[in-house]
């Protein structure tokens, strides 16, 4: 597996949140050969013993049972611990979400029928910002108990902790609940984390403006997953062969940023160099 990202031109890797058990020793292995180096861990990385697939929400920071928030932590130091053993600095976490229907997947719909303009769909986007603001309050204070834990446990191990943006409408933290988190967490090991496609679906649906949305956060970005969106919610693209402007993201592209492509399995070799010819063409090689 690191071979062969290591053959697409790529001395870093992230590992993310399908690395079963098994397949441990052989990247201990290769990171120990110096085969390739790790850019960054995904959270919960490796996956807990005896799950197979790949499980990023499998226990969340926000969840109203103790024991379930207790696993999270429990398996999220885990990860800190992996993240030490092959040199990656940095964790990206998923944060929660509260407990809303399924809003998304309606809005998708919707704007796949060309939809976006009517009345029907600001109604049902307007009532989906008023359930999240109305919800946002129980999962954010669980949220901050759980950070409370873990920040401290990664600035241990010298380990920066990347806060995604995610792209279902009931997962936390809401967009402009990031420049509070950062404010009340003001350590130079929290930081955002921009995941290109989910700022795109989320403004495609009529949550925000990306470049509105990075601008109060530039200041504590530490990097970007980088896909494309084929309209209204087709992600995981490479890029160029979507809808995203990543000469508006330019401006807050820096060198020291982690950039990882974050691709689907099914993209074929040679549409993702083009993809990484393409961000390259804009953003440069560094």
């Known amino acids: 597996m690191l071979r062969e990202i290591r053959d697409l031109g790529f001395d870093f890797a992230e590992l993310s949140h399908g690395i079963r058990m098994v397949l441990v020793p052989g990247i ?4 120990a050969a110096g085969e390739i180096k790790i850019s960054t861990l995904h959270n919960f ?3 807990p013993l005896g799950v197979e697939y790949p499980a990023p929400n499998l226990y969340e920071f926000t969840a109203e ?3 379930d ?4 932590i429990k398996h ?9 053993r092959v040199k990656a600095p940095l964790v990206v976490l998923h944060l929660g979400r509260m407990e809303l229907k ?6 998708e719909e919707m704007l796949e029928r060309g939809e976006r303009h009517l009345p029907k769909y600001q109604k049902l986007l307007g009532e989906a910002i008023a359930k999240r603001e109305a919800s946002r309050k129980g999962a954010m204070a669980r949220l901050y108990d759980t950070l409370k834990i873990i920040l401290p446990e990664a600035e241990k191990r010298g380990l920066i902790l990347g806060c995604e943006n995610r792209e279902a409408v009931q997962e936390t933290p809401i967009e402009s609940d990031f420049e509070n988190l950062l404010r009340d967490f003001d350590s130079p090991n929290l930081a955002y984390w921009h995941d290109c496609g989910h700022g795109q679906i989320k403004e495609n649906l009529g949550f925000i403006q990306v ?3 990075l601008e109060p956060l530039a200041g504590r970005l530490a990097g970007f997953h980088i896909h494309d969106v084929q309209f209204p919610a087709r992600d995981h693209c490479p890029p160029g062969s979507g809808m995203i402007n990543y000469a508006a993201l330019k401006p807050f592209v ?3 940023h982690i950039k990882v492509f974050e691709l689907s399995p099914r993209v074929p070799v040679d549409a993702a160099q083009r993809g990484i010819a393409h961000l390259k063409s804009i953003w440069g090689e560094a």
Not at 102 to 107: A, E, P, R, T, V
Request: glycine share 6%; aromatic share 8%; with cysteine.
């Open 28 to 31: 201990l292995d290769a990171v």
């Open 45 to 47: 990385c490796p996956l």
């Open 65 to 67: 049972r103790p024991r």
């Open 69 to 72: 928030r207790e696993l999270a």
């Open 76 to 84: 999220t130091l885990k990860t800190f611990d992996f993240a030490v």
């Open 102 to 107: 399924d809003y998304g997947g309606k809005l």
């Open 211 to 213: 470049t509105d949305h």
């Open 254 to 256: 820096k060198p020291e």
